[in-house]
Each structure stands twice: as structure tokens, then as C-alpha cells.
């Protein structure tokens, strides 16, 4: 066996902190599959960040946009668009919700308006929900 590099072994602890947060890695995700139309399935039961009620995670995209769901519920879900409804800006996972970083608007985990400068919540996006499979878009 080689002996690994410092550079190496920092860049690899960086990748596994990088992939253990609330939002799925694109290439290694397997719980998302892409549909005809843009829009996308996902197995909930493979996203650790729902696996509570209140939790929440970026999925992938709808049509080209940015989508979350959150649990709201025992069984109950929502999705929602990712894009900031101030001016487009793509917002971000953080503590308490998400947070769009051009002029600090925040939303809940379940996408509701915190405090603007955006005047609504993140735009909700149509999400069904069978046997654990979500459909979105
Ligand atoms: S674009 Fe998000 S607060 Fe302005």
C-alpha cells in the first residue's frame, strides 16, 4: 500500500465533510432519478435529511430550477423552488432554514418567509408522494 500525502489525506477529509451535509451529492445520488418532462423522482427514504419531521434538503432540478423538500409531517412533504423570489438568487441550507446571500432574505426549512427584502416564500413546486417515492415537477 502507498503511503498517502498530506494534500491527499486533507483533500479526501475535505470531500467526505463537503458530502455529509443536508444537500445530496448530484453524481453519488442514487436516491433522485431524472423523468421525461424535467421533472424528477425521489426515494425519501434515502435522504437522510427528511428521515425527521422538519427536516429538509436540496434535491436536484425541476425544469432547470433549483428544488427542496421539506417534511412537514408524519407523511406529509412539500417541495419548493430554490430560487430566492427577491431576485432569482439561489438561496442556501443553513441552522434554521435557508438563506439567500445577496441581500439576506430568510425562509424557514419549510420554505416560509422569515425576513426580506423578498415579500413571499419560496415558491412552492407540485410534489405527490407514493409508497415512500416522491414525483416532482
Ligand atoms: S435576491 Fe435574495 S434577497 Fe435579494
Redesign the pocket.
Known sequence: MEPISRRSFIAGVCAVVALSGSELPAAANTAVKKLPGGRISVNLKAVPALAKVGGAAKIGSVKGVPVAIARIGTSKYIAFNLL?P????PVVRNEKGWI?N????EFEADGDLVLG??TTGLARVPIKVSRNVATLG
Open positions: 430566492c427577491h431576485q432569482g438568487v439567500c445577496a441581500h439576506s432574505s427584502p423578498a
